[in-house]
């Protein structure tokens, strides 16, 4: 289990992409990206960093940020908030720039993501529903 430190929340979307890409190339049956022995020279070297890069590093740019805060807020109801908002806004993005065409890959996504979320960050995530947290929330709530 991965503490909610903004390295691996980093380290959490680039597993995530990583192990994403290889689903995608049993779902597909297609290895090509892997036969480095196609590359011929700089250009094909930047275009293969290009294509699996740039989800992970703009997902990174996104939505990391808002990911610790959720867990810096140290409280559950914020955090399901949050974190629904970044499926829902990363699901669209993947489709948008990535997979147009065929919407479930987004899905596919969103379903890996939050299975490996869950898996790295799962104390964590329990800490942030213990009573005592939601229950300042709502006595807070209340007294207004």
């Not at 930047?46 to 610790?68: E, G, K, N």
């Not at 899905?107 to 890996?112: G, P, T």
């Not at 964590?124 to 709530?141: A, E, G, T, W």
């Amino acid at each position: 289990m991965l503490r909610p430190l903004y390295r691996n929340i980093v380290f959490f979307i680039f597993l995530k992409y990583f192990v994403f890409y290889v689903v995608l190339m049993f779902k597909n049956n297609d290895f090509t990206f892997i036969e480095l022995g196609s590359l011929r020279d700089a250009q094909d070297l930047f275009y293969y960093l290009w294509i699996f890069l740039f989800l992970p590093v703009s997902c990174t740019a996104l939505f990391s940020a808002p990911i610790f805060v959720s867990f810096k807020l140290n409280n559950g109801i914020i955090f399901i908030l949050i974190m629904t908002g970044i499926l829902v806004a990363e699901y669209f993005f993947y489709t948008y720039f990535a997979s147009p065409t065929d919407k479930m890959n987004g899905l596919y996504n969103a379903l890996i993501g939050l299975s490996l979320f869950i898996v790295l960050f799962f104390k964590s995530i329990v800490k942030l529903f213990k009573p005592h947290d939601n229950q300042k929330l709502v006595d807070r709530l209340l007294d207004m």
